[in-house]
Structures are given as C-alpha cells and as structure tokens.
C-alpha cells in the first residue's frame, strides 16, 4: 500500500529511530567465475502498518524535502553495522556501495560525517564504495570533483551510477576521476535497432582504454549476461543472480557463494611497460606503435572473441583494402576469417598464451571495402601475448600481407601441371639437374617408361651405363653437364635415346642464382616424329 506524501514526511523520524528505513542488498557477480564481488545496499521503508515503500515513491519526496540527507546517512550507518557484526562473526566480506543523491553532495562536510561513522565502527575502508549518480553534475562539476577528491583521499572507491542516462557522459568521463562505471541496460532496451550493442560495447571499451571497470546493472537475462562477458564486462548486477535481499537473507548468500578478492579492470601486464601506455596519444608507447613498429595491431581476445583495440598506419596499408582505423575496429573479427582458419588462429593464440613467445600464424580472410568490394586475403601473423586479465588476454600481432606471394607460388604450381599434362600429349621426357649435387630427378614418364628410379646420383653417368645413352654420344653429353657448371645457359642436339636409339631433340636450360651463378638445368628429351617413315 502507498504512503501519501504527508505520511511520508510525518513518519519520517519514526523509520529512521525504528530502522523501518533500512537497507537491502544485491550482489555484484563476476559472470565468468561466478564469484561474489560486491553488493549495493538499496534503501527501503519497510513499514508496520503500510508494508514495503521502494525508493520511486518516496525518495524524490525526501529530496523535495531535505530529508534524503539523513536517510542517506542512516543507510550509510546500517551498512557499517552490517559489515561490523559480518566481520565479528569472522564473515568473508565484500565492498557494499552506498547510493548518494546529488543533494549530499551540496553538504559541506558530508565525507567527514561519513567517515566518522566508518571509524566508530571500525569498518576498513575497501569494504564501503559510493555511488554518485551521473545527473548530479546538473548542480555543476565543481560539488562532484570536490566529493569525489575527499573520498579519495580517505580511500574510498567512488562509482558512477547510472552511465549513460544524462547527457554529457563523455564529458564526465573525461573531468571526473570515477573508479568504477555501473552501467544500466534497462537504460537501452528501449532502443531495438541494433543501436544499444553498439553503444553498449563502445562504452566496455572505452572503459578499458580508461581502466575503470563497469559493473552492468539490470541484467535479468543469461543471454544477456553472455553477451557482456563476450564485450569484456563481466560484473553483473541484477535479477538473473539475485533481487535486493533484506539483511539476514544476504548474510546467508554471502556465507554460501565463493568471493573474489576485487573488481579490477587492470590487464595484468607481462613485460615492463604499463599496458594503459599505450593508449595514452603522447607516451613511448604510443609513438612507437605509430611510427616505428611493423604493420602492428592490438587486440583483446576473450571468450572466443575477438576485438581490435588499436592498430597502426601500416597495419591499414599492409591489408591494402582501402579500410580506415575505424571500419578496421568496427568489423566483426570472428566472420572475416575464411573456411576453418579461425580455428587455425585461435589455435594459434593458445600456443602463443602457453608459450608467451612470438607464434607464426597464416590464415585467410575476407574483407569487405567500398573500393575493393569483397576480397580474398592471405595474412601472416606474428602474435604476442603481452598481457591478461583473468579470461580476457591482450596480444600484439604484427602482419605481413602474403596474398600475392600465394597466388603466384599457386600459379607456378599450375603452370607446373599444366607443363606435366602437356609433356605426357606431345612425347617429351622431362628432369631436373641439380649443378652442385649432379643429382637428377626424371619426371613420371621417365620413370614409367624407361623404368628409372626418382632419383639418380652422378649424372649422367648411369644413363650412359644402362645403356639409355648410347657411347657414341656419352663424351659429349658428360661434356654438356660441365658446360651447364661453367655457365652455358642453352644446349640443344638431336640423340639416338634409348636401347632402340629413337632420334630425340635433347635440350638444357639451365636457371641461376642471383649471382649469376647455375642452379640447375631442366632437361627434356622430346621424340622426333620420323614424316619419312
Ligand atoms: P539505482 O541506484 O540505479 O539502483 C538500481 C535499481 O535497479 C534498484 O531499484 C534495483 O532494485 C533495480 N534492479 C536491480 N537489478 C534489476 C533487474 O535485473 N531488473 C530490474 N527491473 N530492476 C533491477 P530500487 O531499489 O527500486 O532503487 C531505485 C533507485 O532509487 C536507485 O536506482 C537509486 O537511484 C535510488 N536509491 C535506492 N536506494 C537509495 C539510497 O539509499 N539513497 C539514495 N539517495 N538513493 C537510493
Ligand atoms: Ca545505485
Ligand atoms: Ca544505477
């Protein structure tokens, strides 16, 4: 049943004196680990004779009414008491957060006041948190900077509740000094066009980028819970793990569900350099990636996701798609790999993780450019791990576009068959010399029809003693093999081949290094067609 407005005001003392203002609790969890995080405390009036009252209905009375500061204050001490009597029982605990209204902000002293009641109760400061809504910057930035500087200074962790629902997020980003962003779905679903994963996974990444961890709020639905874990956010508050729970409930949840030591967005950097480096525009880090590494990307890579962070002037002009770092970021990396080849990259990955070295990877890749339409590329990676966070790992890879590489080597190979095919129409054996080795391979034909092994040592010579090579010509074609070591780059004679001395147009071209000197020499015999015969 709903309390007028008067009601609220008249009974107002009376709650707070008999805790009928008291607060709820509702977990933080960790999606991926399922671990406690936290909890925030969710003030209610819990009255004798009108039953449970929700903040909706008497909280904006409160603030109309210079009321809310005292009820802040008394939930702010209930959950002092809490965590006191928690910690004498010998209770594991976790940070509860406390909401602040923008009307707390406007008391001079409210971090004193609040930091006076911690003491008398004894209570560490990493177990309290505060949460300042985001549209307490309509009394101006300077009451929010001011607060926000004394918590800190106290060591309190400071959050800001409800991201995204005012209307110059990015600025209060950008001037205030949050720990940790509590980021609301009920905010997006609104909007159903596709709009909201995208902001939604915008803002995860810019966390990132900040190192400030976002705990979503609202979450009633695993898919959607998945979903975030999938962007990187995996502390979760809302229905699908728990409703605000009064007191007794809570402890019980909280003596039953495994906790983790802290929120933390910090990837877990391996080598000496600070990750958070590397997306400042003018550190080191910066100008290194830009301007002096290889054709360089960074992605982040979690639960088989992967998102590009960052990539270089090279990296974009190494794809060769036309593509700026935008359409770059923004594509959909797990669908652009071809066939099986994002297994063969994560594979890769793997390795990579296992070994914490450098690991090579090709794989194949469609891309999609306005200029280039779709296109087929070939990408050899170089990938590193330089940095992890529990499930989520960062990695530098660097690429080298090896597309046309492929096609020729492919070409050749076609060539090579094409040539093969052609020589079984038109009569002609075919082998390879090798100068330095004076090794011959024959091709297939040699081998069937003239019953040779795949690989002769000392060329010529056991041709001219089976008997392939008659005497008569032997002098002269030992001769030929040394011209082909001293450089002749054609030789070309009519022989009598074979036991039945079948006249063959015998030829030699030889290839050379890049130094001029021979390599080896294809020879090939081809049968004359006798018209007098
Ligand atoms: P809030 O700070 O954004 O708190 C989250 C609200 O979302 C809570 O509503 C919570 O019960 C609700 N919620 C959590 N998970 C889900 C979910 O999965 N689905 C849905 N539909 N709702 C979910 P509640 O407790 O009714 O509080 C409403 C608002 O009242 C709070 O929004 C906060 O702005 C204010 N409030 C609550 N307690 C206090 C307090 O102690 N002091 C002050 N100043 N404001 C408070
Ligand atoms: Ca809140
Ligand atoms: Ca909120």
Redesign the pocket.
């Known amino acids: 049943m709903g309390m007028s407005e008067s009601e609220l005001i008249k009974r107002f003392d009376e709650a707070i004196a008999n805790n009928y203002i008291c ?1 709820f609790y ?1 977990m933080q969890i960790n999606h991926s680990t399922k671990r406690l995080v936290g909890a ?4 209610r009036w819990i009255d004798p004779v009108y039953g449970v009252q ?3 209905d008497f ?1 904006p009375v409160f603030e109309k009414n210079g009321l ?1 500061n005292k ?2 204050i008394h ?1 702010f001490e209930c959950v002092c008491k809490f965590l006191k009597k928690c910690i004498l029982k010998g209770l594991n605990l976790i940070p509860i957060s ?4 923008r009307y707390d902000l406007l008391i001079d002293n409210l971090v004193e006041i609040l930091e006076n009641i911690r003491i008398k109760y004894n209570v560490p400061v990493k177990y309290l948190r505060v ?1 300042i ?1 985001e549209s307490a910057a309509v009394n101006g930035m300077d009451s929010i900077k001011k607060a926000i500087n004394q918590f800190h200074n106290y060591g309190y962790i400071v959050e800001m ?2 991201f995204g629902s005012g209307y110059s997020s990015l600025n209060i980003l950008k001037d205030l000094d949050f720990d940790i962003i509590k980021l ?1 779905l ?1 905010f997006f679903s609104e909007c159903n066009n596709g709009r909201e994963g995208i902001i939604i996974s915008s803002v995860v990444n810019m966390s990132k980028w900040l190192n400030t961890p976002i705990i979503a ?4 639905k695993n898919n959607q819970a998945d979903y975030l874990r999938s962007i990187g956010c995996n502390y979760i ?4 793990y728990s409703k ?1 729970t009064e007191e007794s409930e809570f402890e019980k949840l909280i003596i039953n569900i495994t906790h983790e030591s802290a929120i933390s967005n910090k990837i877990d950097s391996l080598y000496e350099f600070d990750t958070i480096k590397l997306w400042e525009p003018n550190s080191d880090g910066t100008y290194i990636f830009n301007n002096l590494m290889p054709a360089s990307a960074i992605f982040s890579y979690n639960n088989h996701n992967i998102e590009i962070l960052k990539v270089n002037k090279k990296y974009i002009t190494e794809l060769g798609m036309h593509l700026n770092e935008y359409d770059i970021m923004h594509l959909d990396h797990n669908k652009k790999f071809i066939d099986n080849y994002f297994e063969v990259f994560e594979n890769t990955l793997q390795k990579a993780i296992d070994s914490k070295q450098e690991e090579k990877c090709i794989a194949w890749y469609q891309y999609y450019s306005k200029c280039c339409k779709e296109d087929k590329i070939c990408i050899e990676s170089r990938i590193q791990m330089i940095g992890t966070n529990g499930n989520e790992y960062l990695f530098l890879e660097t690429i080298n576009n090896i597309t046309r590489q492929i096609h020729e080597y492919e070409e050749l190979n076609l060539s090579e068959k094409r040539f093969r095919y052609a020589s079984e129409q038109i009569n002609i054996y075919a082998w390879e010399y090798d100068v330095s080795t004076k090794e011959m391979r024959p091709c297939f034909r040699c081998m069937r029809d003239l019953g040779l092994p795949p690989l002769l040592k000392n060329y010529p010579e056991p041709v001219i003693e089976n008997g392939i090579f008659p005497a008569d010509y032997a002098d002269m074609y030992r001769d030929w093999h040394k011209q082909i070591e001293n450089g002749v780059k054609e030789l070309e004679a009519v022989i009598p081949l074979t036991p039945n001395r079948v006249p063959f147009l015998v030829r030699y071209t030889t290839e050379f290094d890049e130094n001029g000197r021979p390599l080896k020499a294809y020879g090939s015999a081809e049968l004359i067609i006798q018209n007098n015969k």
Not at 98 to 101: A, D, E, M, P, Y
Not at 217 to 220: L, S
């Open positions: 607060p509702q925030e405390a969710l003030m929700y903040p909706n909280i809310i009820a802040d939930i406390v909401n602040l209204s949460e809504t509740d409800d609301d009920r709020e609202g979450v009633e508050q809302g229905y699908l605000p």
